[in-house]
């Protein structure tokens, strides 16, 4: 493998990698030992914008130092909140960002997702202790692959030993290089990218090791199709979003658009492209129930504090989804900053877009970030920033 090919591969296993926290830096651990109640920093009020002076600061240093479009910020105390927007939407037109804007959160769909099947656990449809084959029979086979010896509760932390169908030589021609440009508007289903990874061996025998792979939340969102008789982004819909008044976010199945307002978005292809390219539009079915959410800033700071405060899940399965155990949380990591702050959270990449989401484990200081470009590094300085100040 060339160095340029073995930088590239990095680069996408970087996107695959966005479990909570753990993906923004090696700092910050997924299964640290957090304290039961996490420490935090206010959040100012709506309008005064006081103590977020060093978010600012490191969303103004990323954008110039990184030669990003532009990004967005909500960040959230209770009933107050405080919103920001930087730099450009439209790099031809000069349009600048705002902060009501809709984006493609990428891996954040995971901890949606695994909230959906943390609730069906709870009302006794299923147990995260089945074996994938007890819901999909046959399909996770061959090649060494054995649905029946993979649980659902090893979907959602990544230790299947599933490969990344993304990894997959051919599917990465597809999304991370310029052949991108003529397939974006091609239609996967989930049973051709699991057909894809199965054509591989396991990496490793389920359960010996943690390793991401987007294949684990593809097979997650077939499982919650087959429980309820319904797609995942209908369950998603209809217990997550409707709820909680999520006006901004979406699934959007094979729809190339983003749902305006919103900004463009720019690609290097994940080191593909040397130059940014405008890839605004695009058929998410690549990423489905990896990765295809559409959402907004204050929509995913409203959905994190509703999550620790009980709101979507009963105390027990909220406390196994937020495991320190083993190989963490599930669909969610958590880690300590370097000021002894503990968050929980995740981060996303998808073409056009990267955002970070976190909270503290009570809830009570949430924030989310977005820039309209895929190859942003500096997430853990902007935690750093929100909550060491």
């Known amino acids: 493998m060339t160095r340029q090919r073995a930088r590239q591969r990095a680069q996408r296993r970087a996107l695959r990698r966005g479990i909570g926290v753990a993906a923004v830096a090696s700092a910050l651990v997924v299964g640290t030992a957090l304290p039961a109640t996490a420490g935090g920093t206010g959040v100012a009020g709506a309008t005064g914008g006081s103590g977020h002076g060093a978010t600012r600061a490191a969303m103004d240093t990323a954008v110039r130092t990184e030669g990003l479009p532009g990004m967005i910020a909500t960040a959230r105390s209770g009933r107050d909140s405080w919103t920001t927007a930087i730099g450009t939407a439209d790099t031809t037109t000069g349009q600048p960002r705002s902060a009501r804007e809709r984006f493609r959160i990428g891996s954040v769909t995971k901890m949606f997702v695994a909230t959906v099947l943390l609730q069906l656990q709870a009302e006794g449809r299923l147990d995260l202790d089945d074996t994938v084959d007890r819901w999909l029979p046959g399909v996770v086979s061959g090649n060494g692959n054995d649905g029946s010896a993979i ?107 983003v749902p305006r307002p919103h900004a463009r978005g720019y690609s290097k292809l994940f080191g593909g492209s040397p130059t940014p390219l405008d890839t605004t539009e695009l058929n998410p079915s690549t990423a489905g129930a990896a990765g295809e959410i559409i959402s907004t800033t204050d929509d995913l700071t409203r959905f994190l504090s509703a999550l620790m405060r009980g709101r979507l899940l009963p105390q027990a399965e909220l406390d196994e989804m937020l495991t320190t155990e083993g ?26 877009s990267s955002t970070l989401a976190l909270t503290t484990r009570d809830g009570r200081h949430s924030v989310a970030f977005n820039t309209n470009a895929d190859w942003f590094t500096g997430k853990l300085k902007l935690a750093e920033a929100e909550f060491c100040g």
């Not at 880690?335 to 073409?351: E, F, K, P």
Request: aromatic residues 8%.
């Open 151 to 257: 649980t659902v509760r090893q979907l959602l932390n990544h230790t299947s030993g599933l490969f990344a169908y993304d990894d997959d030589p051919g599917m990465a021609a597809v999304l991370f290089t310029p052949q991108f440009l003529s397939r974006r508007y091609d239609t996967w289903t989930p049973e051709q990218l699991v057909r894809i990874a199965v054509s591989h061996p396991p990496v490793f025998a389920p359960g010996a090791k943690r390793e991401y792979s987007n294949t684990n939340y593809i097979l997650a969102g077939m499982i919650v199709a087959e429980v309820t008789g319904h797609p995942y982004g209908a369950e998603i819909e209809r217990r997550i979003v409707r709820p909680l008044g999520l006006g901004g976010t979406s699934v959007p199945g094979t729809a190339t658009a």
């Open 327 to 352: 190989p963490g949380g599930l669909g969610i990591g958590g880690g300590t900053l370097s000021c002894g702050v503990a968050v929980w959270g995740h981060d996303g990449g998808i073409h056009g």
